[in-house]
């Protein structure tokens, strides 16, 4: 299984895109498994529709796995990953099953980057901390099924800017956010209308 985190998709898509290249074209089984964040669920839990690409209405319309344009991001640490929409290639993947997705939750997040930092020595970034908590998790459900299983993730970067997040977790300040399935359904009333030719 091949993981990353994911908030528009080129961190996963470096890492991944190898791998379904041999799916597609050699026939190779290998899982692809993005990981997001819970209070920006944007493969979990948007919709897969043409949006606007920013909150300005200034980039182009695609088509893409969305919030709503007009999503404000929740105060998480993972701000790499706080954006309303996807790579539309990525969300084309997705939508025909080539790729699977997750969300995970804040706590779990840190608790599995400090879990890391403790083997390893390396302070991940809260967004990398993602895919290490999709990897903590395989591992365990490998163990659990009795079976042996090749995981790589890509350690996309540091945790040195973001040490005021895990003293924060460290001293119980943060909390876990799940973006409200209503606010979902408010942005879907927002987005731009497409006709296309039949």
Same mark, same amino acid.
């Given at each position: /299984?091949?993981? =990353?985190? /994911?908030?528009? =998709? &080129?961190?996963? +898509?470096?890492?991944?895109?190898?791998?379904?290249?041999?799916?597609?074209?050699?026939?190779?089984?290998?899982?692809?498994?993005?990981?997001?964040?819970?209070?920006?669920?944007?493969?979990?839990?948007?919709?897969?529709?043409?949006?606007?690409? *920013? &909150?300005?209405? !200034? +980039?182009?319309?695609?088509?893409?796995?969305?919030?709503?344009?007009?999503?404000? @991001?929740p @105060?998480?640490?993972?701000? =790499?990953?706080?954006?309303?929409? !996807?790579?539309? &290639?990525?969300?084309? $993947?997705? *939508?025909? =099953?080539?790729? #699977? %997705?997750?969300?995970?939750?804040?706590l +779990?997040?840190?608790?599995?980057?400090?879990?890391?930092?403790?083997?390893?020595?390396?302070?991940?970034?809260?967004? &990398? %901390?993602?895919a290490?908590?999709? /990897?903590?998790?395989?591992?365990? *459900?490998?163990?659990?099924?009795?079976?042996k299983? /090749?995981?790589?993730?890509?350690?996309?970067?540091?945790?040195?800017? *973001? !040490?005021?997040?895990?003293?924060?977790?460290?001293?119980?300040? $943060?909390?876990?956010?799940?973006? @409200?399935?209503?606010?979902?359904?408010?942005? !879907?009333?927002?987005? @731009? #209308?497409?006709?296309?030719? +039949?």
């Amino acid at each position: /299984v091949v993981i =990353g985190c /994911v908030g528009g =998709g &080129s961190n996963f +898509a470096g890492i991944a895109y190898p791998f379904l290249r041999q799916n597609i074209l050699d026939g190779q089984r290998t899982r692809l498994l993005v990981v997001e964040p819970i209070a920006t669920p944007t493969l979990t839990k948007g919709i897969y529709a043409f949006d606007y690409g *920013d &909150s300005a209405k !200034m +980039a182009p319309i695609v088509k893409m796995y969305t919030l709503g344009h007009d999503f404000v @991001p929740p @105060p998480i640490h993972a701000g =790499g990953l706080r954006y309303h929409g !996807m790579a539309p &290639s990525l969300c084309a $993947l997705y *939508d025909a =099953g080539y790729i #699977e %997705a997750i969300a995970v939750p804040q706590l +779990a997040t840190f608790d599995a980057a400090v879990t890391f930092t403790r083997a390893e020595g390396i302070l991940p970034a809260p967004e &990398s %901390a993602h895919a290490i908590r999709g /990897v903590i998790d395989e591992a365990l *459900d490998a163990k659990e099924k009795g079976e042996k299983r /090749v995981i790589l993730f890509n350690l996309s970067g540091h945790g040195h800017f *973001d !040490m005021g997040a895990y003293q924060a977790y460290l001293n119980e300040q $943060l909390q876990d956010y799940e973006y @409200p399935e209503e606010e979902i359904k408010e942005a !879907m009333q927002h987005l @731009p #209308e497409v006709n296309l030719p +039949a």
